[in-house]
């Protein structure tokens, strides 16, 4: 598909796969936010994923237009992405009229098979209209912004099994539960299996790219150790 060469959220993971390197994917609310974290990838030279969640799409409607704008005039790579987008008929209106270069279909709050069922159409959807499209594997639990949360359903860690499904469903790049959180870690921290994540990383075998969500409380290190086991890019809120 020609359109893959010139979506700049896929630029800018297949670049940090390669380089083995991360690249932050920031949640912003207001063009004070987009100012500040477009100016400081400029100032390190760093590629940079700014995302939006669907609530803002509702509460500040012209942000969209001026992170695109902010995307497409950075002297640095920087994509915009739409994460956590759980709401059928949205998602085909964003991606029928907004200027986003990815979308996160997160189907996760229904089980499993009408997950993939709805993650499939959608992928088909957006891909058609040169967007990117990135799914949840198992369940990360935790809350985020406007977001409907799993909490009533059994948290999951991803398997090889939900690696291989979520590939033919045709995502782009996926973000699995390896003991991640959409929120506070508490006392302890992060407690990730890190097998778990190096083997999901080999069973994509380069298929799609892999990144992690909840990424707030990571220490440098950790980070550093989470993109040695294969994940380019993580999610933060701000």
């Not at 029928?96 to 709050?109: N, T």
């Not at 089980?111 to 959608?122: D, V």
């Not at 957006?126 to 594997?137: D, K, L």
């Not at 977001?147 to 996926?174: C, H, K, P, R, Y």
Request: aromatic share 6%; with cysteine; hydrophobic share 40%.
């Amino acid at each position: 598909m020609a359109w893959r060469a010139n979506n700049r959220t896929l630029q800018i993971l297949g670049a940090a796969e390669k380089g083995r390197y991360g690249v932050l994917a920031a949640i912003v609310y207001n063009v004070e936010h987009i100012t500040a974290f477009v100016r400081a990838a400029e100032s390190r030279r760093s590629p940079l994923i700014i995302q939006l969640f669907p609530s803002s799409l509702d509460q500040t409607p012209s942000l969209i237009y001026a992170a695109s704008a902010a995307a497409k005039h950075a002297s640095v790579p920087i994509s915009v992405h739409l994460d956590h987008a759980q709401d059928f008929h949205q998602i085909q209106h964003v991606a029928d009229h907004l200027p986003f270069d990815s979308i996160m279909v997160d189907m996760s709050h229904y089980e499993k098979e009408e997950n993939l069922s709805k993650t499939s159409r959608l992928r088909e959807y957006c891909h058609a209209r040169g967007i990117a499209v990135e799914a949840e594997t198992g369940r990360i639990e935790g809350g985020e912004d406007g977001i409907m949360g799993t909490g009533d359903l059994e948290g999951i860690l991803t398997n090889a099994e939900d690696v291989e499904q979520f590939i033919s469903a045709g995502v782009d790049f996926l973000a699995p539960s390896v003991g991640n959180l959409h929120g506070d870690y508490g006392p302890k921290g992060p407690q990730l299996d890190m097998d778990r994540l190096g083997q999901v990383f080999q069973a994509l075998e380069g298929r799609a790219n892999l990144v992690l969500h909840g990424t707030n409380d990571f220490s440098p290190e950790l980070c550093r150790v989470c993109i040695e086991a294969g994940s380019p890019s993580s999610t933060s809120t701000s």
